[in-house]
């Protein structure tokens, strides 16, 4: 038998208003995806919790909004501090529940510190504008927390997209309930229950737990002032019309089909290992994952050798061994990257590589998909156009830079793009042209968690991270002074 290093017991099913409660609703069975045994068992919000939930954010709200900035930093540094020194329980627990590799829900962890740690030194140097209007008129400008905000998360990031959004909004003064996803609350219960340790005061961090349903009365509540919603597009779309009925915010970061770009001039071994490493770790469960290589025609076959040798030479296992990739999250997410490739095969398109279940001797049950490449994909093809969400690479070639741009915006998404080259030029006309939130240029994803990110097309609204992550949370005041 496995042993987990960690121990749920004391966990609640939901925290609101600074305590913990049984969840009454339906309860959920949560799942190894490496192991295939269920290890904990969380239950729902009932209809009344949820609501609950954003009133008692609703009472939180003055209070907080009114703690001085420097406080509100302290706090969130020490929360910042706290979820650092319980970095091995908190990664262990989302490496077993996610089934992510242990090293990286490590730093997983680690930057949602980082978050907490970021938005804390923002906390005191949210100024306004001061407008003079001629001699006898002079106008200021207020940065006010926008109220109660709805933090509905993914599976695949959950400690680090938990904190990218409640970190800049508590700092903004904002107050927060936060429904992780159903496959993966556990992370979400434990950071709340370290907020109650450092003063983060009682209604300023709620959790509740449940599926779609919940996520949507949290998202179209009367109460709720912005939602921030990391997902598929397709439920963006509802949780955008959710949030429609209180005319609340929205941040949607949603789906991608991100291109990289290689041109002959560039260092293809190190673009190899960038372009794996893009559309492999976390075994592709990414937003941002670099599904689509677009190489020149003269060095397709010479990446894509590298790529395959890459992907080969990944092992997978456990979490807790710490492979370079772990399982697939579900047994519906492993039928839809099953689906895209059997339809793949069936349409007679190349797999250089991977294509089938891979077999982990010490998990036999295991969700495991092994790292796959389609060479020369049409650009019509299903695989070229729509977000897989697993481990799948498709290629395609160009000659020409019209080619490769058409190429990189000719799908519906427009979250990432990366591009190799030594010509600098020819980098920074692509990335002025390209239809992405950001764009990697001799890298994919580098960069950290400063830099602004989101997406444009149907990859999502607003943005997250970095000094624009706390416009969400702030809505900005005008007094105008007559004062003669
Ligand atoms: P997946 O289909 O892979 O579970 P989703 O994008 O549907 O991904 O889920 C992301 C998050 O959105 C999860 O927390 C999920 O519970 C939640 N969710 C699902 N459906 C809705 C909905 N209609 N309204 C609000 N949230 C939802």
């Given at each position: 038998g496995l042993q987990y290093p960690f121990d749920l017991d004391p966990l609640p099913d939901a925290v609101i208003g600074g305590v913990g409660h049984a969840g009454g609703g339906l309860s959920r069975q949560l799942v190894d995806?490496?192991?295939?045994?269920?290890?904990a068992e969380v239950r729902d919000a009932s209809l009344a919790q949820i609501d609950q939930s954003v009133l008692t954010a609703q009472t939180a709200r003055r209070p907080w909004a009114d703690t001085p900035p420097a406080q509100r930093a302290q706090v969130l540094m020490a929360l910042a501090d706290l979820i650092a020194a319980h970095v091995d329980e908190l990664a262990a627990v989302e490496c077993v529940n996610v089934g992510k590799p242990l090293s990286q829900a490590r730093r997983d962890v680690l930057r949602a510190a980082g978050y907490y740690r970021f938005y804390a030194g923002a906390c005191d140097k949210l100024n306004g504008d001061t407008i003079p209007l001629g001699p006898d008129q002079t106008a200021v400008t207020l940065l006010e927390p926008v109220g109660v905000t709805a933090h509905i998360l993914p599976w695949n990031y959950p400690i680090s997209t938990l904190a990218r959004g409640v970190a800049p909004a508590l700092a903004a003064g904002a107050t927060v309930v936060a429904k992780p996803a159903e496959l993966t609350p556990l992370s979400t219960l434990m950071v709340a229950k370290l907020a109650l340790e450092v003063g983060v005061p009682d209604g300023a961090f709620n959790v509740i737990c449940g599926a779609g349903e919940v996520g949507e009365a949290l998202a179209a509540h009367p109460n709720v002032a912005h939602v921030t919603f990391t997902g598929s597009t397709e439920t963006g779309r509802r949780v955008m019309q959710a949030a429609s009925g209180p005319v609340a915010g929205v941040t949607l970061e949603l789906g991608g089909k991100s291109p990289v770009v290689v041109w002959p001039d560039a260092d293809l071994d190190a673009a190899a290992k960038g372009i794996a490493r893009g559309i492999f770790f976390n075994a592709g469960q990414v937003c941002a994952a670099g599904s689509r290589l677009l190489c020149h025609a003269d060095i397709h076959d010479a990446v894509v050798e590298r790529v395959v040798q890459q992907a080969r030479e990944m092992t997978m296992g456990h979490g807790l061994t710490d492979p370079d990739l772990g399982p697939l999250i579900s047994e519906a997410q492993f039928a839809r990257v099953e689906g895209f490739v059997s339809r793949a095969l069936a349409d007679g398109l190349t797999c250089v590589t991977g294509g089938q279940r891979a077999h982990v001797p010490d998990c036999p049950l295991g969700l495991f998909y092994e790292p796959t490449v389609f060479t020369r994909v049409p650009e019509t093809s299903d695989i070229a156009q729509i977000?897989?969400?697993?481990p799948v690479l498709i290629t395609q070639t160009f000659e020409t830079e019209e080619d490769a741009l058409r190429l990189a915006n000719g799908t519906p998404f427009g979250l990432v793009a990366g591009i190799y080259t030594a010509d600098t030029g020819r980098a920074m006309r692509f990335a002025r042209r390209v239809e992405a939130g950001q764009v990697f240029v001799n890298g994919f994803?580098?960069?950290?968690?400063t830099v602004p990110f989101g997406g444009v097309k149907h990859s999502g609204i607003g943005r997250e991270k970095g000094?624009?992550?706390l416009r969400a949370y702030l809505a900005e005041k005008s007094i105008v002074l007559s004062h003669g």
């Amino acid at each position: 038998g496995l042993q987990y290093p960690f121990d749920l017991d004391p966990l609640p099913d939901a925290v609101i208003g600074g305590v913990g409660h049984a969840g009454g609703g339906l309860s959920r069975q949560l799942v190894d995806p490496a192991a295939r045994i269920s290890f904990a068992e969380v239950r729902d919000a009932s209809l009344a919790q949820i609501d609950q939930s954003v009133l008692t954010a609703q009472t939180a709200r003055r209070p907080w909004a009114d703690t001085p900035p420097a406080q509100r930093a302290q706090v969130l540094m020490a929360l910042a501090d706290l979820i650092a020194a319980h970095v091995d329980e908190l990664a262990a627990v989302e490496c077993v529940n996610v089934g992510k590799p242990l090293s990286q829900a490590r730093r997983d962890v680690l930057r949602a510190a980082g978050y907490y740690r970021f938005y804390a030194g923002a906390c005191d140097k949210l100024n306004g504008d001061t407008i003079p209007l001629g001699p006898d008129q002079t106008a200021v400008t207020l940065l006010e927390p926008v109220g109660v905000t709805a933090h509905i998360l993914p599976w695949n990031y959950p400690i680090s997209t938990l904190a990218r959004g409640v970190a800049p909004a508590l700092a903004a003064g904002a107050t927060v309930v936060a429904k992780p996803a159903e496959l993966t609350p556990l992370s979400t219960l434990m950071v709340a229950k370290l907020a109650l340790e450092v003063g983060v005061p009682d209604g300023a961090f709620n959790v509740i737990c449940g599926a779609g349903e919940v996520g949507e009365a949290l998202a179209a509540h009367p109460n709720v002032a912005h939602v921030t919603f990391t997902g598929s597009t397709e439920t963006g779309r509802r949780v955008m019309q959710a949030a429609s009925g209180p005319v609340a915010g929205v941040t949607l970061e949603l789906g991608g089909k991100s291109p990289v770009v290689v041109w002959p001039d560039a260092d293809l071994d190190a673009a190899a290992k960038g372009i794996a490493r893009g559309i492999f770790f976390n075994a592709g469960q990414v937003c941002a994952a670099g599904s689509r290589l677009l190489c020149h025609a003269d060095i397709h076959d010479a990446v894509v050798e590298r790529v395959v040798q890459q992907a080969r030479e990944m092992t997978m296992g456990h979490g807790l061994t710490d492979p370079d990739l772990g399982p697939l999250i579900s047994e519906a997410q492993f039928a839809r990257v099953e689906g895209f490739v059997s339809r793949a095969l069936a349409d007679g398109l190349t797999c250089v590589t991977g294509g089938q279940r891979a077999h982990v001797p010490d998990c036999p049950l295991g969700l495991f998909y092994e790292p796959t490449v389609f060479t020369r994909v049409p650009e019509t093809s299903d695989i070229a156009q729509i977000e897989v969400f697993g481990p799948v690479l498709i290629t395609q070639t160009f000659e020409t830079e019209e080619d490769a741009l058409r190429l990189a915006n000719g799908t519906p998404f427009g979250l990432v793009a990366g591009i190799y080259t030594a010509d600098t030029g020819r980098a920074m006309r692509f990335a002025r042209r390209v239809e992405a939130g950001q764009v990697f240029v001799n890298g994919f994803l580098q960069g950290g968690d400063t830099v602004p990110f989101g997406g444009v097309k149907h990859s999502g609204i607003g943005r997250e991270k970095g000094v624009s992550g706390l416009r969400a949370y702030l809505a900005e005041k005008s007094i105008v002074l007559s004062h003669g």
